[in-house]
C-alpha cells in the first residue's frame, strides 16, 4: 500500500536525470466504465518554471525516493499554464479535491475528513487509488508522531464506498454515472444528503429524478427535506412533490406553506452535524504501511 | 455547478438570514469588550476612537469572509484551514484557536466573578457555580431555553448610549478623534490599542460565524442578507463601543478616575441609572459573561473534532464523543480556575485576554485572506486581489504601527494604564 501524503513531494527526475521538479499532485479520472481507478496523471511543480502535468505513460519507474521519466519524452511537452483548464471533465486531484477534505462515508453513515489517500502498485507498475484514511491516527502519523498514531489504530473507508464533498470532487462524482451516489437507494440517500449542505444535497436530488427524489425526501428527517424543498426553485419542488402519494404531497405542501423562518433558531452553535443513526464502522484495515 | 434560487428578496428571507452577524458582532459587546472600551474611555478619553472606527471596518471585513466562507464550503474555519494548509499549519491555527479561546473564558468568568462581586457575592462562590451551570446547560442540550433571557440582560449595555448622551460630552471631541489618529508613543496606548482591536475583532468570533453560518445551512443566494447581517452586527457593535467610550471620557476621564474594578466601570453609567448604576452595570456584565461563556468551549471543541477529523457535538453521548467533551471540560476548567488564583486582578484579566486575542489574531487573518482568495475551495466567490503579504494585512495594525513610529509622546498621559500593562506583560 502507498500513501498519498508519502508520495507527494518526491522529486521527480528528467531524462538527464537532473531534479526537475515534486510530485505537487496525481490526478485519477471517476468516469471509467468498469475496472479500478488508475492514477493517470503527475502534476510537478517547478522552481520558476510554469507546472508540468506528466501522463503515467511517460513514468519510466516509480519509487519511494524518486520518479524517473522516460528519456524519450521532453519535459517541457508537459507543461501547463492551467491546473483546472488541463485536467479532463472527469478528473480529479487527490491532493487538492481529496486529501484533508470532508467526505461522507456512505456505509458508515458519517461525515470524516480524509486523513490520507490509500493507493495500491498494480500489474504494469500501475498505480491504483484504494479508498480514503480517516480519523486521528492518520493525522498524528503526518505530524511525525508515528508511536502515537500506532495507538488510534487504523480507519478507512473503500473509494466506491465515500462521496466527496470538495467543490470539484462533488461535481465530477454527480456527474459520472459510475460514482456511488448514483447507486444508492432511497434511505442510503437519505441519510448522504442530511450530511451535504444545502445546495450540493439539491444537486444530489435534481441528479436523481423526481421519483428517486421524492422517496428521498420521505425518508429523510422533516427538517432535511423541508430545507431542501425550500432551497429548490418552485418548479422542481413542484415536480418532486407531484411523485409522491397524494396524501403525503398534501402534508409537504401544508408544511412548506407554514414553515416559520426562525423556528428552531439558536443563537449559540449547539450542533453540527445531524444526530447519528448509526455507530460509525470501523472497516477495511489498510494493511502494510510500507512505501 | 448549477445553484438553486431563493425566490425574492423579502423581509421574511432577511429574517431567515439574520443571525450569525448580528450575534457574533453583539457577542464582541461581552465583558471584557466593555471593560476594554471602558479603559479606552477613562485613560485616554476621546482621543483613540479611530481605533474603534478601523476595528469596526476589519469587523464588517472579516466577519463578511468568515460567513461567505462558511456558506460557500459549508465547513468551519479549522477544518477549513486543514483542507488548504494541511494538517500542521493547521494544527497551529488550531493551537493559536485554543490558546484564546481560552483566555476568552478566563475574561468571561473574570466578567462573572466582577459582576457577582458587585452583589457582595464572592468569586470562589461565583465562578464554580456559572462554570457548572453553563456546562450542564450547553451539554445537556437546553442552553437554548436560556440564551434569549441572557441576551436580553445583556442589552443592558445599550443603556451606555442613554448614558453617554446624558453625561454632555465633548461632541466636537469625540468626532476629532475618531477620524483624526493620533497615538501616544508609550506602552500603555499601544496595549490598549490592541486590546481594543483583539475584542473587536476576535478569533473565536471568526471561528463562531463561520460555524453558524453553517448550521443555518445558508446557501450562496443569501449572502447578499448575510452581509447586511453582518454589517448590522459590526455597526452596532462599533455604535455601543462608540457611547462606552463617550460615557467613561465624559465621567471617569473628565474627573481623572482610572478603572481598576468593575464599580469603577459602573460609574460612565450615572449619568442615567444614578445610584442604581452599579446595579445595572453588574446586570448587564453578568447576562453578557453567562452568554458569552459559553461559546468559547464550545467553539474549541469544535473546533478540535473538525481538525481530527471526528464527527462529534452536543448532541452525542460521551462514550462516542469523548474528545469533543473532554475539550469543552478542560477549557471551562481552565478558564474558571484561572479567575480562582487568589488575588489576581480581574481588570487586568479581562484586558490582557484581549491583547492575547490581538496577537493571535494575525496567524488566523493571514489562513483567512488564502482561503478567500483560493480558487479551488471558493469558486466564484473568490476575493480579488493578489496572495496575501504583510503589506495586505488588516489596516489596524499597520496604523498602529505608523502612528507609533510618527506619533510624539503627548504630555497629558495618565499613569493608570501603566499597571495594568505591567500586569498584561508579567502577569
Known amino acids: 500500500m502507498l500513501l498519498l501524503s508519502r508520495i507527494s513531494g518526491q522529486e521527480v527526475l528528467g531524462p538527464d ?32 518554471a510554469p507546472d508540468l502535468l506528466v501522463p503515467w505513460a511517460a513514468i519510466e519507474s516509480f519509487e519511494n525516493t524518486c520518479v524517473l521519466v522516460r528519456d524519450t519524452d521532453d519535459l517541457t511537452t508537459f507543461a501547463i499554464t492551467s ?29 470524516a475528513r480524509v486523513a490520507d489517500v490509500v493507493l495500491t502498485r498494480i500489474a504494469d507498475d500501475r498505480l491504483e487509488l484504494v479508498g480514503a484514511e480517516v480519523g486521528f491516527g492518520g493525522v498524528v502519523r503526518r505530524l511525525g508522531l508515528r ?18 464533498t470538495s467543490e470539484r470532487g462533488h461535481a465530477v462524482q454527480l456527474a459520472t454515472p459510475r460514482s456511488a451516489v448514483h447507486h444508492l437507494d432511497a434511505v442510503a440517500l437519505a441519510a448522504l444528503v442530511s450530511r451535504l449542505d444545502t445546495e450540493s444535497a439539491a444537486e444530489v436530488l435534481a441528479a436523481r429524478g423526481s421519483h428517486v427524489a421524492a422517496d428521498v425526501v420521505r425518508a429523510a428527517d422533516p427538517a432535511v427535506g423541508e430545507r431542501m424543498l425550500s432551497a429548490m426553485p418552485d418548479a422542481d419542488a413542484t415536480k418532486i412533490l407531484a411523485a409522491m402519494p397524494p396524501e403525503h404531497a398534501t402534508r409537504w405542501r401544508a408544511r412548506l406553506a407554514h414553515s416559520p423562518a426562525l423556528l428552531g433558531r439558536r443563537f449559540i452553535r449547539s450542533r453540527v452535524w445531524p444526530r447519528r443513526r448509526h455507530t460509525p464502522t470501523r472497516v477495511r484495515g489498510t494493511g502494510d504501511r510500507a512505501t | 455547478m448549477k445553484r438553486l434560487g431563493r425566490k425574492g428578496f423579502s423581509l421574511g428571507a432577511l429574517l431567515a438570514v439574520v443571525g450569525p452577524g448580528l450575534l457574533a458582532g453583539l457577542s464582541d459587546d461581552d465583558p471584557a469588550g466593555i ?12 482621543r483613540l476612537l479611530w481605533v474603534l472606527l478601523l476595528s469596526t471596518i476589519a469587523l464588517v471585513l472579516f466577519h463578511g469572509l468568515a460567513a461567505r466562507m462558511g456558506v460557500v464550503t459549508g465547513q468551519g474555519l479549522i477544518g477549513l484551514v486543514r483542507q488548504r494548509y494541511g ?71 445599550l443603556a451606555y448610549i442613554a448614558s453617554g448622551v446624558l453625561a454632555n460630552p465633548d461632541w466636537g471631541a469625540a468626532f476629532h478623534g475618531m477620524l483624526v489618529p493620533s497615538l501616544p508613543a508609550n506602552s500603555a496606548a499601544i496595549a490598549i490599542v ?85 446595579t445595572l452595570f453588574a446586570v448587564g456584565l453578568i447576562g453578557a459573561a453567562f452568554l458569552a461563556a459559553s461559546i468559547p468551549p464550545l467553539s474549541t471543541a469544535y473546533s478540535v473534532c473538525e481538525y481530527a477529523g471526528i464527527e462529534a457535538a452536543v448532541d452525542d453521548p460521551y462514550t462516542e464523543a469523548r474528545p469533543f467533551y473532554l475539550t469543552f471540560g478542560i477549557v471551562t476548567l481552565v478558564g474558571a480556575l ?22 493571535l489574531l494575525v496567524p488566523l487573518l493571514f489562513a483567512m485572506i488564502g482561503i478567500g482568495r483560493d480558487r479551488d475551495i471558493m469558486g466564484r466567490f473568490t476575493s480579488a486581489g493578489p496572495a496575501p503579504s504583510p503589506t495586505s494585512s488588516p489596516p489596524p495594525w499597520w496604523c498602529c504601527a505608523w502612528l507609533g513610529w510618527r506619533s510624539p509622546r503627548l504630555p497629558d498621559e495618565r499613569p493608570s494604564l501603566s499597571g495594568v500593562v505591567s500586569h498584561v506583560s508579567t502577569p
Not at chain 2, 103 to 118: D, N, P, Y
Not at chain 2, 125 to 139: Q, R
Not at chain 2, 206 to 233: M, W
Open chain 2, 338 to 359: 484561572t479567575v480562582l488564583i487568589p488575588n489576581i486582578p480581574l481588570v487586568t484579566i479581562l484586558v490582557a485576554t484581549q491583547v492575547l486575542n490581538a496577537v
Open chain 1, 147 to 164: 508511536r502515537l498514531a500506532a495507538r488510534d489504530g487504523e480507519d478507512c473507508v473503500a473509494w466506491t464506498d465515500l462521496h466527496l
Open chain 2, 87 to 157: 494538517v500542521r499549519l493547521g494544527g497551529a491555527a488550531l493551537a493559536v484557536l485554543v490558546v484564546a479561546n481560552v483566555g476568552t473564558t478566563c475574561a468571561e468568568f473574570a466578567g462573572i466573578a466582577a459582576g457577582a462581586e458587585l452583589f457582595g457575592i464572592s468569586r470562589y462562590a461565583s465562578v464554580p457555580a456559572a462554570a457548572v451551570i453553563v456546562s450542564l446547560l450547553v451539554l445537556r442540550g437546553s442552553f437554548h431555553r436560556v440564551e434569549r433571557f441572557l441576551l436580553l440582560l445583556s442589552t443592558v449595555f
Open chain 1, 17 to 48: 536525470g537532473r531534479v526537475a521538479g515534486r510530485v505537487a499532485d496525481l490526478t485519477v479520472r471517476l468516469d471509467e466504465q468498469a475496472g479500478p481507478h488508475l492514477v493517470e496523471r503527475l502534476l510537478v511543480r517547478r522552481h520558476r
Open chain 2, 194 to 278: 490592541t486590546a481594543t482591536v483583539g475584542t473587536t475583532l476576535a478569533p473565536w468570533g471568526l471561528s463562531f460565524i463561520q460555524s453558524y453560518a453553517v448550521d443555518k445551512k445558508l446557501r450562496t443566494e443569501d449572502l447578499s442578507l448575510e452581509r447586511v447581517d453582518v454589517i448590522t452586527g459590526a455597526v452596532l457593535t462599533g455604535i455601543i463601543g462608540f457611547f462606552v467610550v463617550v460615557a467613561c471620557a465624559a465621567t471617569l476621564h473628565r474627573d481623572g478616575r482610572s478603572i481598576h474594578d468593575a464599580a469603577d466601570a459602573a460609574v460612565a453609567l450615572q449619568p442615567l441609572a444614578g445610584t442604581a448604576a452599579s
Open chain 1, 83 to 111: 491546473t483546472i483548464d488541463a485536467l479532463d471533465d472527469d478528473e480529479i486531484l487527490l491532493v487538492r479535491d481529496v486529501l484533508d477534505t470532508q467526505i461522507v462515508d456512505l456505509v458508515g453513515q458519517r461525515l
Open chain 2, 35 to 46: 471593560t476594554t472600551y471602558s479603559v479606552l474611555g477613562a485613560d485616554h478619553g476621546y
